[in-house]
């Protein structure tokens, strides 16, 4: 959760000072050599595993700080550090590191008849300010995706992650120096004013190129709202899973109750599941079983309630809630049609999954359904830019300008265009 201090009279001041110190770093990082981003990122992985104890102790200070707080059971998943996460971090960086170098990477290449040769290449975006809350390794994976897109980056993360945050970002700046690369070119906001939040939003002056939130409801609204630079919004993990009429019931069983309960708190977590009334009398009480034997609470429509009597009733309300616990709200679809519809009307444009056999349903839910990412027989927890192959991500992009879905070093690039001659002029 974001603070709530008092504005310092100086945030400005000190905002604008960091915004500055950011362009003055990623004009070099523009230009850096593949190697010498690769030595930065192995050095800060490096230096997260020899400095794990530390980490985990500031994290441990963290935590303390929200015991008896009515901060949510996932939040404080998303916050907590341990061993395995520790290690998957500095594995993360070290994965971003072996990916190809995006920058100057030519995507398009003609030839026009007056004898010019024209090329797209990919290059930097500048300056991005990633916004984030309760999850410290964010600290990680935007720095270092950041970085080996050739982009300098601030974060702001919240007051509750601070101290995890600053730990993060003290080994993200060892591995920038043992490389020679501007130290500035990863930077943790020092403060934990609101203020610092709606300055970034602002743009410093000009030095941020892209905002990139990554939080609850309140954090993306605000962003929304008042950023005055563009922003790949990733907003709430609404996802679905429709059970076709087709499905092996077994694998639908094993993927939903992974899509739910694996990890309620993250964003590619279930919270609606939908069944084909065609199977109804078969599959639902199979699949409500299962997700209730792993401790889902269940919350029917009307016909479900008529089948599974007992339940909670789903409301209005549960259809656009994303619990980020577990509870999961279930409806019977008229076929791949009705499945398609409430997702239409319901959904956030995250991620969505179909489990069926029928070839054609597949099309149509691929064809049909317009969020940053589809899943065929498989979980939504796979919405996630290292099961993706990206090493890491910043986020997940909902919007459709530019990045979609997992951002990774490809979104965090832009393009321009070269173009070669030999003396041409227009007439």
Same mark, same amino acid.
């Given at each position: 959760?974001?603070?709530?201090?008092?504005?310092?009279?100086?945030?400005?001041?000190?905002?604008?000072?960091?915004?500055?110190?950011?362009?003055?770093?990623?004009?070099?990082?523009?230009?850096?050599?593949?190697?010498? @981003?690769?030595?930065?990122?192995?050095?800060?992985?490096?230096? *997260?595993?020899?400095?794990?104890?530390?980490?985990?102790?500031?994290?441990?200070?963290?935590?303390?700080?929200?015991?008896?707080?009515?901060?949510?059971?996932?939040?404080?998943?998303?916050?907590?550090?341990?061993?395995?996460?520790? *290690?998957?971090?500095?594995?993360?960086?070290?994965?971003?590191?072996?990916?190809?170098?995006?920058?100057?990477?030519?995507?398009?290449?003609?030839?026009?008849?007056?004898?010019?040769?024209?090329? +797209?290449?990919?290059?930097?975006?500048?300056? *991005?300010?990633?916004?984030?809350?309760?999850?410290?390794?964010?600290?990680?994976?935007?720095?270092?995706?950041?970085?080996?897109?050739?982009?300098?980056?601030? &974060?702001?993360? =919240?007051?509750?992650?601070?101290?995890?945050?600053?730990?993060?970002?003290?080994? &993200?700046?060892?591995?920038?120096?043992?490389?020679?690369?501007?130290?500035?070119?990863?930077?943790?906001?020092?403060?934990?004013?609101?203020?610092?939040?709606?300055?970034?939003? +602002?743009?410093?002056?000009?030095?941020?190129?892209?905002?990139?939130?990554?939080?609850?409801?309140?954090?993306? %609204?605000?962003?929304?709202?008042?950023? /005055?630079?563009?922003?790949?919004?990733?907003?709430?993990?609404?996802?679905? #899973?429709?059970?076709?009429?087709?499905?092996?019931?077994?694998?639908? @069983?094993?993927?939903?109750?992974?899509?739910?309960?694996?990890?309620?708190?993250?964003?590619?977590?279930?919270?609606?599941?939908?069944?084909?009334?065609?199977?109804?009398?078969?599959?639902?009480?199979?699949?409500?079983?299962?997700?209730?034997?792993?401790?889902?609470? #269940?919350?029917?429509?009307?016909?479900?309630?008529?089948?599974?009597?007992? &339940?909670?009733?789903?409301?209005?309300?549960?259809?656009?809630?994303?619990?980020?616990? %577990?509870? #999961?709200?279930?409806?019977?679809?008229?076929?791949?049609?009705?499945?398609?519809?409430?997702?239409?009307?319901?959904?956030?444009?995250?991620?969505?999954?179909?489990i069926a056999e029928d070839a054609a349903v597949v099309e149509r839910f691929f064809t049909e359904?317009?969020?940053?990412?589809?899943?065929?027989?498989?979980?939504?927890?796979?919405?996630?830019? /290292?099961?993706?192959?990206?090493?890491?991500?910043? =986020?997940?992009?909902?919007?459709?300008?530019?990045?979609?879905?997992?951002? /990774?070093?490809?979104?965090?690039?832009?393009?321009?265009?070269?173009? +070669?001659?030999?003396?041409?002029? +227009?007439?």
């Open positions: 959760m974001l603070d709530t201090v008092a504005q310092s009279p100086d945030i400005d001041t000190l905002m604008n000072d960091i915004g500055r110190k950011a362009r003055a770093a990623s004009r070099p990082l523009a230009f850096a050599s593949t190697e010498s @981003k690769n030595k930065a990122l192995e050095a800060m992985a490096d230096a *997260i595993l020899a400095r794990k104890d530390h980490i985990l102790t500031e994290n441990a200070k963290d935590l303390k700080d929200v015991e008896g707080t009515d901060m949510l059971a996932s939040f404080v998943d998303r916050l907590t550090l341990n061993d395995k996460r520790v *290690i998957e971090m500095a594995e993360g960086i070290r994965a971003i590191a072996a990916l190809a170098d995006p920058v100057g990477e030519v995507i398009a290449a003609w030839d026009r008849p007056n004898g010019l040769k024209i090329e +797209r290449a990919r290059t930097p975006l500048g300056v *991005i300010g990633v916004i984030f809350e309760s999850r410290p390794n964010v600290t990680a994976d935007a720095g270092a995706l950041c970085l080996k897109a050739g982009n300098a980056v601030i &974060l702001r993360c =919240g007051s509750d992650s601070r101290r995890s945050s600053q730990a993060i970002h003290e080994c &993200l700046v060892e591995g920038l120096k043992a490389a020679g690369l501007p130290e500035h070119a990863i930077q943790l906001v020092p403060v934990s004013d609101r203020a610092a939040v709606g300055a970034m939003l +602002r743009g410093l002056e000009g030095n941020i190129d892209v905002i990139v939130p990554r939080g609850g409801k309140s954090l993306v %609204a605000r962003v929304q709202t008042e950023a /005055g630079v563009p922003v790949f919004a990733h907003l709430e993990g609404l996802c679905h #899973i429709y059970i076709d009429a087709s499905a092996d019931l077994e694998m639908a @069983k094993s993927i939903v109750v992974n899509a739910k309960m694996r990890r309620t708190g993250i964003c590619g977590a279930a919270e609606t599941l939908l069944v084909d009334s065609k199977v109804a009398s078969t599959h639902l009480k199979p699949l409500l079983d299962g997700l209730a034997a792993a401790g889902c609470e #269940i919350r029917g429509s009307a016909d479900v309630l008529k089948l599974m009597p007992g &339940l909670k009733a789903a409301t209005e309300e549960d259809w656009s809630t994303e619990y980020l616990a %577990a509870i #999961i709200s279930v409806a019977l679809v008229d076929g791949i049609s009705g499945a398609i519809a409430h997702i239409g009307k319901y959904s956030s444009n995250h991620t969505e999954a179909v359904i317009d969020s940053a990412i589809l899943l065929h027989n498989a979980s939504t927890q796979f919405a996630d830019g /290292g099961e993706f192959g990206m090493g890491a991500e910043i =986020g997940i992009a909902t919007g459709k300008m530019h990045a979609r879905g997992p951002v /990774g070093v490809e979104q965090l690039t832009s393009f321009k265009y070269r173009v +070669r001659g030999t003396g041409q002029i +227009r007439a």
